[in-house]
């Protein structure tokens, strides 16, 4: 399997990890492209649950700037490049609402920028107590991406939503368990044992009525809402990112000269 994303299926579970620590998962094509064929493989198995966790210390910090500064030069390159991930962000985030078995995340570390959308999509959320959420996009010039607009108003309210972004707010693991980001936070260690309660909890319901359920709540009317969204979060994030003022902001977020 590929090197960015490992799939594996065991107990009737599916389990996707991110496998860029060294980058702390940061979003790139590639990793984004591996995510939705390891999305593919879990529907292929008829799957009880889905469980998305990460390698290393982060559970991801969004989109990679480094990627983005690669094309900086060339406006056409840089806008070819941001609707490739954005685009293969969005896709990833409504194949994830659209699976048809519960979603869990085990979040054990940071997750910033557009990666939210991956938490946003999943049912349970398991957070770790040093984990937490961020946006940063009033930071470096971005357009909000992965659902900060698109989802997050809905989950905690059009004013909270805001305050976050318009204050670059760090959630804690506590402060997103007691907004309903969050279903538990746990020690790091106790991630995966949290994670293996709520699947022998699910293993235990009847799998058909589960599937209903999700299916009830993420129907085509309410995806293709989301999906709306998602892509005006998209045509903001293109128009930012080629912007004199994103440029620089780019620039000094990963000092370079």
Not at 231 to 250: C, H, N, S
């Given at each position: 399997m590929s090197s960015l994303v490992k799939f594996s299926h065991d107990r009737n579970i599916a389990s996707i990890r991110l496998n860029r620590p060294e980058r702390h998962n940061a979003l790139v094509p590639g990793l984004l492209d591996d995510l939705r064929s390891c999305l593919e493989l879990a529907r292929g198995v008829s799957p009880d649950a889905l469980v998305l966790s990460a390698e290393g210390r982060s559970f991801s910090t969004g989109g990679d700037i480094g990627g983005f500064m690669a094309h900086a030069e060339?406006?056409?390159?840089?806008?070819?490049?941001?609707?490739?991930?954005?685009?293969?962000?969005?896709?990833?985030?409504?194949?994830?609402?659209d699976f048809p078995a519960p979603v869990l995340a085990a979040v054990n570390g940071p997750v910033t920028g557009g990666s939210l959308g991956l938490v946003l999509a999943a049912d349970l959320v398991a957070m770790s107590e040093s984990a937490f959420l961020q946006p940063y996009y009033g930071v470096v010039g971005f357009g909000p991406d992965g659902g900060w607009t698109a989802l997050l108003p809905e989950r905690i309210g059009t004013a909270k939503a805001l305050e976050l972004q318009y204050l670059n707010t760090r959630l804690t693991a506590d402060d997103a368990l007691r907004l309903g980001l969050a279903n538990a936070v746990v020690s790091e260690s106790g991630l995966e044992r949290q994670i293996d309660a709520w699947s022998a909890s699910i293993a235990g319901m009847n799998a058909n009525t589960l599937k209903a359920t999700r299916?009830?709540?993420?129907?085509?009317?309410?995806?293709?809402?989301?999906?709306?969204?998602?892509?005006?979060?998209?045509?903001?994030?293109?128009?930012?990112?080629?912007?004199?003022?994103?440029?620089?902001?780019?620039?000094?977020?990963?000092?370079?000269?």
């Open positions: 060339n406006p056409d390159e840089l806008l070819a490049y941001s609707d490739r991930i954005v685009g293969a962000l969005n896709d990833a985030i409504i194949d994830l609402l299916a009830n709540v993420w129907d085509k009317t309410r995806i293709a809402a989301v999906r709306k969204r998602l892509d005006q979060e998209k045509r903001w994030f293109l128009e930012r990112v080629i912007a004199p003022d994103t440029l620089e902001g780019m620039k000094r977020f990963t000092g370079t000269p």
